[in-house]
């Protein structure tokens, strides 16, 4: 059971234009969300995050949203740039005490000059 | 700060036989997981540590364990290794507190080979 879903495996988009990835969740007893970015042969870096009380994140060029009624969030990226080209993935922490995520199947973005 | 640290970065292992794959975390920080990286199932849970007891366990077979030492260093082992095992194994650090603050710190990984 994939408690959390990243149903697009790829997004392109061009150099300065606005980048949107998408997540879906099962479980409404989460209580914070996580989104992480990762280059090949590099573990996971942590990019923003959103507790469920909140509906908006902002961090410099990236925003995170939380639909909670629809059991969504979108992480935008505005605005994208090459160096944005990577694996994002969303995660929730498991419910059981602990720190440890339950991770989206991750997309590849793809940002073109 | 020194970032997380895993040894070694590759490894290449036969069928049936088994490997140790090491983590040294983010010095304070008292919370070790362990997360495997495929092809086909992204990033899938395997265990957490925390002063040295698992916290929480994924859904995976016996053969895969770990342990903690008291200065929260961290190692798993795979036993009689399969070739699905073939996978990059991530480990990450964090303070321990279930906090929307408290984010995870990953090391490299590990890519295990499995032929």
């Known amino acids: 059971d994939q408690q959390v879903k990243q149903n697009s495996p790829s997004l392109s988009v061009q150099e300065g234009r606005i980048s949107i990835l998408n997540c879906d969740y099962t479980n409404s007893m989460f209580d914070y969300f996580l989104w992480y970015k990762k280059y090949p042969a590099e573990g996971p870096t942590f990019l923003i995050s959103i507790s469920s009380i909140k509906d908006k994140n902002e961090d410099g060029r990236f925003t995170v949203f939380l639909n909670k009624s629809a059991k969504h969030l979108s992480l935008h990226i505005v605005p994208s740039q090459p160096g944005d080209s990577a694996v994002y993935f969303c995660?929730?922490?498991?419910?059981?005490?602990?720190?440890?995520?339950?991770f989206g199947k991750g997309t590849t973005l793809s940002v073109s000059s | 700060k020194a970032g997380v640290t895993q040894t070694p970065r590759y490894l290449i292992k036969t069928r049936g036989q088994q490997v140790t794959l090491s983590c040294s975390p983010i010095?304070?920080?008292?919370?070790v997981s362990w997360y495997q990286q495929t092809p086909g199932q992204g990033l899938q849970f395997l265990f957490e540590?925390?002063?040295?007891?698992?916290?929480n366990k994924g859904n995976f077979p016996g053969r895969f364990s770990g342990r903690q030492f008291s200065n929260s260093r961290s190692e798993m082992n795979v036993s009689t290794l399969e070739l699905g095992d073939s996978a990059l194994y991530l480990c990450?650090?964090?303070?321990?507190?279930?906090?929307?603050?408290?984010?995870?710190?990953f090391g490299p990984g590990t890519r295990l080979t499995v032929l």
């Open positions: 540590y925390f002063s040295e007891t698992q916290r």
């Open positions: 990450a650090s964090s303070s321990g507190t279930r906090d929307v603050g408290n984010e995870q710190f």
């Open positions: 995660a929730a922490p498991y419910l059981q005490a602990g720190t440890a995520l339950i």
């Open positions: 010095s304070g920080h008292r919370s």
